[in-house]
């Protein structure tokens, strides 16, 4: 009977370790340089995030169309371009999520639903899944913001958008507001992480 619980110990210690290993390594943290991408906006052409030479960083925002959340969130995202992109925060917007699973999401309904809403911002098409995988991103939206230095784009912040998705007024944290101006002001972010809230990505089998 020792035998097999130390054998059982063994066994979960090392799961354990692997597990959290997988989860450590997946993805940027806050510090990281994150990597540019090229992919097909909603007009149909590519984007890097290179082509953006008068900015200061971006609020990298992976989204939807068919999820909830992210449709709660639509205007507020909206609404943080129009007031940092001319101060050199624009929002990148990307959806990962794999049509043959969602099809609400697919890029021809991506270009239905950026032309509806009269989206200001690049609506991107991350058909491959990759950048998600690279970034680490895993719920729609899950917000990257990222500061432009010498070294590379560096990642500021990770997480939601605010503390109240249902209800925008009653939100009392803005995070990316608050990570965004504190950037612009040459201030430490003083939150750099919260936890995304919205639906799983939805990845291809």
Not at 61 to 89: D, M, W
Not at 91 to 120: C, F, G, H, W
Not at 146 to 171: F, M, R
Not at 184 to 190: E, M, Q
Request: with cysteine; hydrophobic share 35%.
């Amino acid at each position: 009977m020792k035998k097999i619980v130390t054998l059982f110990a063994v066994v979960a210690l090392v799961f354990g370790a692997t597990a959290f290993k997988q989860t450590e390594t997946t993805g940027y943290k806050v510090g990281d340089m994150a990597t540019d991408f090229n992919l097909r906006n909603v007009d149909g052409k590519m984007v890097k995030l290179a082509d953006y030479k008068k900015a200061k960083g971006f609020i990298v925002v992976f989204t939807c169309n068919h999820c909830p959340f992210s449709q709660a969130y639509e205007q507020r995202i909206i609404n943080l371009h129009n007031k940092y992109a001319a101060k050199g925060y624009p929002v990148i917007a990307i959806n990962p999520n794999d049509a043959t699973r969602q099809p609400e999401d697919s890029y021809a309904k991506m270009q239905e639903l950026a032309k509806e809403k009269k989206y200001p911002f690049v609506y991107l098409h991350d058909e491959t899944q990759q950048i998600a995988k690279t970034y680490g991103a895993t719920r729609t939206p899950h917000v990257y913001i990222l500061q432009k230095t010498k070294a590379g784009n560096k990642v500021a912040y990770i997480g939601a958008i605010d503390d109240n998705y249902e209800d925008e007024k009653a939100a009392t944290e803005k995070y990316v507001e608050g990570a965004v101006n504190a950037l612009l002001n040459g201030k430490a972010v003083s939150k750099t992480s919260t936890k995304a809230i919205g639906c799983t990505i939805k990845w291809k089998k």
